[in-house]
């Protein structure tokens, strides 16, 4: 039976705590069983080198969550992965966008690592409106 490979979607960009969880999952997935793909707009911090040797590392080299959108379309095309984990608000976005237009259909879910509410305070209605949308 073919193993279930699982792509998560994130920037490291610092050292924050959700790169810690992120670490700590994709390690847990691969102890579970699953095939990891860490799929990295950007690769900077502390948390990289604690990143199991078997999770495969996908570095899209991108300056910006928004600019990796052709290359995680394509990435989705090629790797077609059984499920997609988006870590934080703008990788959800695009990687909801990229699960589209890529024409694949993995399960896809978001982390977003902050309150929204608390994120949201003193917004615009408008804004907060999209965002919700």
């Given at each position: 039976?073919?193993?279930?490979?699982?792509?998560?979607?994130?920037?490291?960009?610092?050292?924050?705590?959700?790169?810690?969880?992120?670490t700590?999952?994709?390690?847990?997935?691969?102890?579970a069983?699953?095939?990891?793909?860490?799929?990295?707009?950007?690769?900077?911090?502390?948390?990289?080198?604690?990143?199991?040797?078997?999770?495969?590392?996908?570095?899209?080299?991108?300056?910006?969550?928004l600019?990796?959108?052709?290359?995680?379309?394509?990435?989705?095309?090629?790797?077609?992965?059984?499920?997609?984990?988006?870590?934080?608000?703008?990788?959800?976005?695009?990687?909801?966008?990229?699960?589209?237009?890529?024409?694949?259909?993995?399960?896809?879910?978001?982390r977003?690592?902050?309150?929204?509410?608390?994120?949201?305070?003193?917004?615009?209605?408008?804004?907060?409106?999209?965002?919700?949308a």
């Amino acid at each position: 039976m073919k193993r279930k490979k699982i792509a998560i979607f994130i920037s490291f960009s610092g050292q924050g705590g959700v790169e810690r969880m992120v670490t700590n999952l994709a390690g847990g997935l691969v102890d579970a069983g699953f095939d990891v793909d860490l799929v990295l707009v950007k690769a900077r911090g502390e948390h990289l080198a604690a990143i199991p040797a078997k999770v495969q590392i996908i570095r899209l080299n991108t300056k910006h969550t928004l600019t990796s959108l052709p290359l995680l379309i394509r990435y989705l095309r090629r790797e077609k992965p059984d499920a997609v984990l988006a870590a934080k608000d703008r990788a959800i976005k695009v990687a909801v966008v990229a699960r589209h237009l890529a024409g694949v259909s993995p399960t896809l879910a978001g982390r977003l690592g902050t309150t929204v509410s608390a994120a949201l305070e003193g917004s615009s209605w408008l804004k907060r409106v999209f965002w919700y949308a």
